[in-house]
């Protein structure tokens, strides 16, 4: 079943709680593929990389590294998600960089909403050093000369993915003719 584009954004939303099931591997490629086709900064596409990490113990290792560095050992950073996909630049002090980054993950995250996978757009565990922990960045193979900047968590949700109603109000806008 393909939802039409409009369903998709209207039902796209984040999700923190995620079954344990694994996904396919032609999940994997369809939101890769999602990715790829994300609008790229300069058409550099060699000056971004995408890792996915589906091995359970990396994904825990993440989640206590991630404890460690935050101080809070509470929460689960990847909220039991079986995929985490990150995204790494070559040069993470340009905004451009970082703008083709969050395209990457937004198209890979309206992917999973149509494959009706939950998904979660994540920062904060490449900016707070989680990934460059001891031993981490080993494990997660980020090649040489790239530093993570942006992922998305994906799995099946608990729950369905609801309607949201679509609106103009959230966002000021005006339009200039």
Known sequence: MEMDFTKV????????????FELSQGQIELMLQAGQNA???????EDYHITVIKNPEILAAITSAAKEVTGNSDQD???GAPAFFVVSVKEPAKPGSIASAAAIVENMHLQATAELLGSCFVMGLM??????AEGIRDKIQI???????????AGYPHGYLHDRPGTLDKIASNIVE
């Open 9 to 20: 954004m209207h039902t796209r939303q984040t999700t923190r709680s995620f079954q344990k």
């Open 39 to 45: 609008p790229i900064s300069r058409g550099r596409f």
């Open 77 to 79: 950073p990847l909220y």
């Open 127 to 132: 900016m707070n050093g989680t990934l460059d």
């Open 143 to 153: 090649p040489e000369g790239f530093t993570p900047v942006a992922g998305m968590l």
